[in-house]
């Protein structure tokens, strides 16, 4: 199966590993009711500079309620916290020479409390896994956004984002897991975002559009950071085709240059490294309808 890296064990090594697992998980647990209530305030200030160009600023609270899961492994059910965060975010919006080019940009401050954070409680059992609550984080960063109209027959638009996380407060002491996790970023979170596209649309029907969407290296682990395990990822799509009035007809590529990078990967029982890797190129024929 492409995309998946997988080993082969002979069947008597693959019970050993697995029976002790099936046993411990073998276990029932009642129904668990869980029930929360936030506040949720939100203040907000708009002034237009100019015309076509306004700026923004909000501060507001934001609430993720908390809940119960099922710690697979260990067949035991667990609770976490709600989360909460504080944003505060100015933002601006414009167009520019007679409205053909819209420039947009955010700047953003965010403190977080109670973060949800999924953790791997034992080292190599990738099914001993559950949400805990971080102390204190917070994240900051910016967006830009652009789209222009060129020409009659050509749109285009461009993005890049940036940003910074930190976990400022968090130890996990569960299981036999017993870490520190401040100072560390948080998983998943690429430091680096960035896009481009162009669209070109003929005045006979005739349509081909470009993009690409880029995405720094990041940390798969919330406490294990020695290196960025997650590498860089550029993908490139296209679409070429005809639309009518009301049909059109498309062929698709996705991931046109077949970038192979690794999207997820784990240390499993048997002390093997396994994962996925991006989606291979893809060929596609769209038929739209519009009535």
């Given at each position: 199966?492409?995309?998946?890296?997988?080993?082969?064990?002979?069947?008597?090594?693959?019970?050993?590993?697995?029976?002790?697992?099936?046993?411990?998980?073998?276990?029932?647990?009642?129904?668990?009711?869980?029930?929360?209530?936030?506040?949720?305030?939100?203040?907000?200030?708009?002034?237009?500079?100019?015309?076509?160009?306004?700026?923004?600023?909000?501060?507001?609270?934001?609430?993720?309620?908390?809940?119960?899961?099922?710690?697979?492994?260990?067949?035991?059910?667990?609770?976490?916290?709600?989360?909460?965060t504080t944003n505060?975010?100015?933002?601006?919006?414009?167009?520019?020479?007679?409205?053909?080019?819209?420039?947009?940009?955010?700047?953003?401050?965010?403190?977080?409390?109670?973060?949800?954070?999924?953790?791997?409680?034992?080292?190599?059992?990738?099914f001993d896994t559950?949400?805990?609550?971080?102390?204190?984080?917070?994240?900051?960063?910016?967006?830009?956004?652009?789209?222009?109209?060129?020409?009659?027959?050509?749109?285009?638009?461009?993005?890049?984002?940036?940003?910074?996380?930190?976990?400022?407060?968090?130890?996990?002491?569960?299981?036999?897991?017993?870490?520190?996790?401040?100072?560390?970023?948080?998983?998943?979170?690429?430091?680096?975002?960035?896009?481009?596209?162009?669209?070109?649309?003929?005045?006979?029907?005739?349509?081909?559009?470009?993009?690409?969407?880029?995405?720094?290296?990041?940390?798969?682990?919330?406490?294990?950071?020695?290196?960025?395990?997650?590498?860089?990822?550029?993908?490139?799509?296209?679409?070429?085709?005809?639309?009518?009035?009301?049909?059109?007809?498309?062929?698709t590529v996705s991931?046109?240059?077949?970038?192979?990078?690794?999207?997820?990967?784990?240390?499993?029982?048997?002390?093997?490294?396994?994962?996925?890797?991006?989606?291979?190129?893809?060929?596609?024929?769209?038929?739209?309808?519009?009535?």
């Amino acid at each position: 199966m492409k995309g998946v890296l997988f080993t082969r064990r002979s069947p008597p090594e693959r019970g050993a590993y697995c029976t002790p697992i099936l046993t411990q998980a073998n276990s029932v647990e009642p129904l668990r009711t869980v029930t929360y209530k936030a506040w949720l305030p939100k203040l907000g200030a708009s002034y237009e500079v100019a015309p076509d160009k306004m700026l923004s600023f909000t501060i507001q609270r934001g609430y993720r309620a908390g809940g119960a899961g099922l710690n697979q492994q260990r067949a035991q059910a667990y609770d976490y916290d709600p989360e909460f965060t504080t944003n505060y975010e100015l933002a601006f919006r414009s167009e520019w020479f007679d409205r053909k080019l819209t420039l947009n940009a955010n700047a953003y401050w965010i403190d977080w409390s109670d973060q949800q954070v999924s953790v791997q409680l034992t080292p190599g059992a990738v099914f001993d896994t559950q949400v805990v609550n971080a102390g204190k984080s917070r994240l900051y960063g910016f967006e830009v956004e652009v789209s222009g109209r060129p020409t009659r027959m050509l749109n285009i638009y461009a993005g890049l984002g940036y940003s910074n996380t930190k976990f400022t407060d968090f130890n996990v002491t569960i299981g036999t897991l017993s870490a520190a996790a401040q100072g560390n970023e948080f998983a998943r979170a690429p430091h680096w975002t960035a896009s481009a596209g162009a669209t070109l649309q003929h005045p006979s029907g005739m349509v081909a559009n470009f993009n690409a969407n880029y995405r720094s290296a990041y940390y798969q682990s919330t406490v294990v950071q020695d290196f960025r395990d997650i590498p860089a990822l550029t993908l490139v799509n296209a679409k070429l085709g005809w639309q009518g009035k009301n049909v059109g007809a498309f062929v698709t590529v996705s991931n046109l240059f077949d970038s192979q990078k690794r999207t997820q990967s784990f240390l499993d029982f048997d002390g093997r490294t396994r994962g996925t890797i991006a989606e291979p190129r893809t060929f596609g024929l769209s038929l739209e309808g519009r009535f």
